[in-house]
């Protein structure tokens, strides 16, 4: 009778893992048909984006003017200290913003 009751068991037990294989095959069949679904859609719209015209290009945007280094600018600076003398030929501005 032990004989009997195990081969019981061990029908159980091999019909238990039969079915979880078959459950796992379905969950992973499901899941990769999921996958390719969403690959297919993604291979289309990349398709679609590929044979789309191109955006005209964009007008760069303008620059802001640069000082002429070949012109002489008459600089107001006031009260601002300075070093050296008041009549020089040639005056240096700094300007800095301490943030």
């Given at each position: 009778m032990a004989q009997g009751s195990s081969a019981g068991g061990l029908v159980a037990a091999a019909l238990i893992l039969g079915g979880s294989l078959l459950g796992g095959s379905y969950l992973i069949a499901g899941s990769i048909d999921r996958g390719v679904a969403e690959i297919s859609g993604l291979t289309s719209a990349v398709q679609t984006a590929a044979a789309a015209k191109p955006a005209a290009p964009q007008?760069?945007?303008?620059?802001?003017?640069?000082?002429?280094?070949?012109?002489?600018?008459?600089?107001?600076?006031?009260?601002?200290?300075?070093?050296?003398?008041?009549?020089?030929?040639?005056?240096?501005?700094?300007?800095?913003?301490?943030?």
């Open positions: 007008a760069a945007p303008s620059r802001s003017r640069r000082p002429d280094p070949s012109k002489v600018y008459d600089v107001k600076i006031g009260s601002a200290p300075f070093k050296g003398p008041a009549d020089a030929a040639i005056t240096v501005v700094e300007f800095s913003d301490f943030q």
